[in-house]
């Protein structure tokens, strides 16, 4: 089983719209995460969620809006996308209080925008 | 922060053990390191983690000097399959920090 499962895995699409990638994790871990990797491999922290509450919101424009119905989901919806959007979004989860800093990632979403 | 400097590649040959070296001249008191290994259209997963000294299992061997302003990821014996970029973390996110990865080191094995 997929511990960390996000949908979809290739997405291609239009200026202007609007997507969302959904994240399912079964670990029972209590902290959701999403990340983006540029092309230049950079991997960057999105936003960090504590049991659906938001924690960590770092500067990403307010195109993109996260969402936790419950602490094993994670969606992330983009509005209005724009080409420098394209890149792949990595959903991971984690619990806090065991085993510090281990993340369990995603297998990616690629986006690409044209 | 802190912020971690590694190579930015490395290449070897199967079976020759591989040492990477991150600096991380800011770490803080509460600070662990933590190692990702990243594969070409996968996510990082987790190596391993230390806070001072030594640590080994598996897949790897983590050394951390006294000063804890470096460490050094060792990985015996390479094959083709440890091909991949590895991250150096430092932070902890057990105090609500959020961990940085930085460029990562492109190892490559090669044959």
């Known amino acids: 089983d997929t511990a960390v499962s996000q949908t979809p895995k290739y997405l291609v699409t239009q200026m202007g719209n609007d997507k969302s990638i959904k994240c399912e994790q079964n670990?029972?871990?209590?902290?959701m995460y999403w990340y983006k990797q540029d092309s230049k491999k950079f991997l960057k922290i999105m936003f960090s969620?504590?049991?659906?509450?938001?924690?960590i919101n770092e500067t990403v424009p307010n195109r993109f809006s996260p969402k936790s119905p419950d602490k094993a989901h994670l969606n992330l919806h983009i509005n209005s996308l724009e080409l420098g959007d394209s890149a792949v979004y990595f959903c991971?989860?984690?619990?806090?209080?065991?085993?510090?800093?281990?993340?369990?990632f995603g297998e990616g979403s690629w986006l690409t925008v044209v | 922060l802190a912020k971690t400097t590694q190579p930015i590649s490395m290449d070897s040959y199967e079976g020759q053990e591989v040492n990477i070296t991150c600096s991380h001249n800011?770490?803080?008191?509460?600070?662990?390191i933590t190692w990702y290994q990243q594969f070409p259209s996968q996510g990082p997963r987790f190596i391993i983690q230390?806070?001072?000294t030594k640590v080994t299992n598996e897949v790897a061997s983590l050394f951390i000097p006294a000063d804890r302003k470096s460490s050094t990821l060792s990985l015996p014996r390479v094959s083709l399959s440890d091909t991949a970029v590895y991250y150096c973390?430092?932070?902890?996110?057990?105090?609500?920090?959020?961990?940085?990865f930085g460029a990562g080191t492109i190892l490559r094995v090669k044959s």
């Open positions: 973390l430092v932070g902890d996110e057990e105090y609500g920090n959020k961990l940085v």
């Open positions: 991971a989860s984690s619990q806090l209080g065991v085993r510090r800093n281990t993340i369990y």
């Open positions: 230390g806070y001072k």
């Open positions: 800011n770490i803080a008191t509460n600070d662990y």
């Open positions: 969620y504590n049991n659906k509450e938001l924690i």
């Open positions: 670990l029972g871990h209590d902290t």
